[in-house]
Each structure stands twice: as structure tokens, then as C-alpha cells.
């Protein structure tokens, strides 16, 4: 027989569950619609991703004279394989192309120099801080997007208002909030050796014998939330017409995230992520491993905001990564680790089709320890004008302990 902690352990749903209310069971029963909000998706580029070959400063003389193999080259109209000109000073790297349509339409945003201020080069420590809103301290319990779901409670909510689609909770889901991590919509189920039908029966019956007591209640809310995905059914909407997506972890998830907020389960946290982006040898230029990086994330951003035409208002879409890459080239034709990086914004309410924050230049003196991009913008200031502008927060300090969070920081890549 199956004990509790193994349906517990291994269905993934304990966190799903945990601070459900009544109202949620109650508008299952009506079948009542859920209401339609702001979102937010994250998406965690996970190995620090070369931002300089992203968007790539091509005005800067030193950016090439440190680069003699892997840099993009400068945008030229006479030559087809040549970064794509943004503003006279700084390029997209050609694989981005399927963005440049929402760069400028104003609709993608692009913050540079951006990134933790605590000087570390630890992928695992950097994503931490970056997930935690807590550089420097180890110490951090709980991520800052469960810290926001926790300001902002709704007892009304639905265990689908924060959803990850992973294996595991990320860091930045982790804490006291409800939030899902599910693989794809398709396993989030009572999942064990049994059929599906027999293992709903088996949880049925032991949750139902605790009585009325708090476990008995987490195991019959656990058991609605999954009856309650199988009834919306995500998976009964598809891409629009002409929407093709990626076949790939991240094309998959975009599309994933799409169908949660197509069916109105209450979406209003996504998370997402890709890997691959630490390339310590033949990182490559205009052809190579980032290219291939970068051609399925333009991709897959740019079929997710096609498929969200009509929504795209209420949406928005944060990248990401742990730190940037050195200036330059190491002996291998890649880089390694770095400071400051680059973020991409993208939603109906940006004010894109410019690159943000204050550049700080790629000559000696002006690197950070003479060998990275330096920092102007704290991520902090960025995750914060997410929350404040967007997702309308009006006391944004619990979800960043220890920082002075100010508005006069915010870089203004959102209408007020």
C-alpha cells in the first residue's frame, strides 16, 4: 500500500497545496471563470550568458580589438552575416532577428550593464542571489517572486497562480506562497506505479480517513487542483494560426505557459528556464554555440508574444542570467566568467525599442577588476519597476530585505 508521504514526495502537489482557501474549492464547484490580470514570466538563462555577443556594442573599438575570433561583426549592408543595428551604438547578434520586429514596434525593451553587485563567480551562488533578491547572503529562505505572491495574498487564488514549468521549484518560487513546479501540464497527476485512476482512488481513501483535520484537508485540495487542471484542460488550446514553436525545453515551456494563460486558471507568476549559455571554449561569433542559444530563445519569444496577440497588454516577460562573461576572449575562443550582463523586457506596456542604463564603457580603466563589463543597473531596480509599474505593488520593500529600493532608481522601461 502507498503511504501519504509518498503521494506527497512524489506527486510533486504539497506545494501546490499548502494555504488553499475556500473560495477556490467553492468557484470549482460553480465552475465560475477566473478573473484575468497582470503577468509576470521569468525566464532564467542558467550558465551566464555572454551578453556582449547579444547585444553587442559595436561602436566600442575595444570591444573588437578584445574579441579578434569570437566577435559579431560591425552591422554592415553589404555583408549578410553582421550584427543587426539598433541604435547607431549597439546591434542585436544576427540569430535575434525574429526580435527585431518587437524591438521596433516598441514592445521589447533591452536594459545593458545590468546585473548582482556582490562580485562572486559562482554559477550556483550567482543564481541564489539572483533568485533570492538577496546578493552577498546565503542565508535567504525563500525567493523573491514567492515573497511578492506573499505581499500581494488572494485568498481567492488558485493553486495555478504562480507556475514553473520544471522539474523542480526554482529558487525564486520557493517559500510559504502556494506554486506549482510541473515538468509539463501533462504530468501534473497522482503519479505512481499505479494506473492514474487507481492511484486517485488509493489517495481518495487515505486522505479522506484523516477526517477534517488540516492533512485531510490538504489531501482533498491537492486531489481538486489536479481535477481542476483536467477539467480546464490547457492542452485543448493551440498556437495560433501561423505559430510555430520551437521544438525545444524552452519552446515547449513558452508553449505551455500560453495554454495555463489561454484556459484562465488564474496565471499570474510563469516561470521558465533554458540552459547552455556557459561557453568557456568556441563560444563562436555570428555561427557557433551561443548562435545556436540565441536562435531558440528569439524563437521561442517571438512565437510566445505571436500566440499572445490580443493579451500582450497584460503581459510581461523578464530574461535573465546568473552574470555576464569577460571582455575578453579567452585562449579557447570563448569567455569566462564575468560581471554585468544584459536583460531583455517584452510585453504590451514596454517602452522598447531602446537599450536602458547607463553604459560604462569597454576601455582598462572602466572594466570592473580590468576585465569585465562594470555594473550601473542593480537587478534589484529592475525585478522592482517590474512589480511596482506592472504588476501595480504598492509597498514593493518586503520582497527586497536589506535594499533601498527607489523609485528614482527605476530605468523607465514601462509606461507609469
Known amino acids: 500500500m502507498l503511504s501519504r508521504r509518498y503521494f506527497l514526495k512524489g ?210 485540495e491537492t486531489f481538486e487542483a489536479v481535477e481542476f487542471l483536467k477539467k480546464t484542460n490547457p492542452a485543448q488550446y493551440q498556437p495560433g494560426e501561423g505559430v510555430t514553436y520551437p521544438r525545444s525545453p524552452l519552446g515547449n515551456s513558452l508553449k505551455q505557459i500560453a495554454q495555463l494563460i489561454k484556459s484562465d486558471v488564474g496565471l499570474e507568476v510563469g516561470f521558465a528556464e533554458t540552459g547552455g549559455w556557459d561557453h568557456h571554449t568556441n563560444e563562436g561569433g555570428v555561427q557557433g554555440q551561443l548562435s545556436q542559444r540565441l536562435s531558440d530563445l528569439s524563437n521561442s519569444l517571438a512565437a510566445f508574444c505571436r500566440d499572445m496577440e490580443g493579451r500582450l497588454d497584460d503581459i510581461l516577460i523578464l530574461t535573465m542570467s546568473e552574470f555576464g562573461r569577460t571582455v575578453r576572449e579567452n585562449g579557447n575562443r570563448g569567455t569566462d566568467h564575468g560581471h554585468a550582463n544584459v536583460m531583455f523586457v517584452l510585453g504590451g506596456s514596454v517602452k522598447g525599442g531602446k537599450v536602458y542604463g547607463k553604459w560604462p564603457g569597454l576601455a582598462p580603466e572602466q572594466l570592473y577588476e580590468g576585465r569585465d563589463l562594470a555594473l550601473t543597473t542593480d537587478f534589484r531596480d529592475v525585478f522592482g519597476e517590474l512589480l511596482v509599474q506592472h504588476l501595480k505593488l504598492k509597498a514593493p520593500a518586503p520582497v527586497f530585505p536589506g535594499y533601498n529600493l527607489r523609485p528614482e532608481s527605476f530605468r523607465g522601461f514601462l509606461s507609469a
Open 11 to 220: 506527486s510533486g502537489l504539497a506545494m501546490a497545496s499548502l494555504g488553499l482557501e475556500p473560495p477556490f474549492l467553492g468557484r470549482i464547484a460553480r465552475g465560475e471563470p477566473q478573473k484575468k490580470g497582470k503577468i509576470l514570466i521569468t525566464i532564467f538563462q542558467r550558465g551566464a550568458a555572454d551578453g556582449l555577443n547579444i547585444v553587442v556594442p559595436f561602436a566600442e573599438k575595444a570591444y573588437f580589438d578584445l574579441r579578434p575570433t569570437i566577435a559579431v561583426p560591425a552591422p554592415s549592408s553589404s555583408r549578410e552575416q553582421a550584427a543587426l543595428d539598433l541604435d547607431g551604438f549597439f546591434a542585436f547578434h544576427p540569430a535575434l532577428e525574429p526580435l527585431l520586429p518587437l524591438y521596433k514596434s516598441r514592445h521589447l525593451a533591452i536594459v545593458h550593464a545590468v546585473g548582482s553587485p556582490d562580485n562572486t563567480r559562482s554559477h550556483f551562488d550567482a543564481q541564489d542571489y539572483m533568485e533570492s533578491a538577496t546578493p552577498g547572503l546565503k542565508s535567504t529562505r525563500d525567493g523573491w517572486l514567492n515573497r511578492y505572491l506573499l505581499t500581494r495574498s488572494d485568498a481567492g487564488a488558485t493553486p495555478f497562480r504562480a507556475v514553473s514549468i520544471t522539474a523542480a521549484m526554482p529558487r525564486s518560487l520557493q517559500g510559504k506562497a502556494p506554486a506549482v513546479a510541473m515538468g509539463s501540464i501533462g504530468e501534473f497527476d497522482i503519479r505512481s506505479g499505479w494506473d492514474s485512476n487507481q492511484a486517485r482512488r488509493a489517495f481518495r481513501g487515505m486522505y479522506g480517513s484523516t477526517g477534517s483535520g488540516m492533512l485531510g484537508s490538504v489531501g482533498q
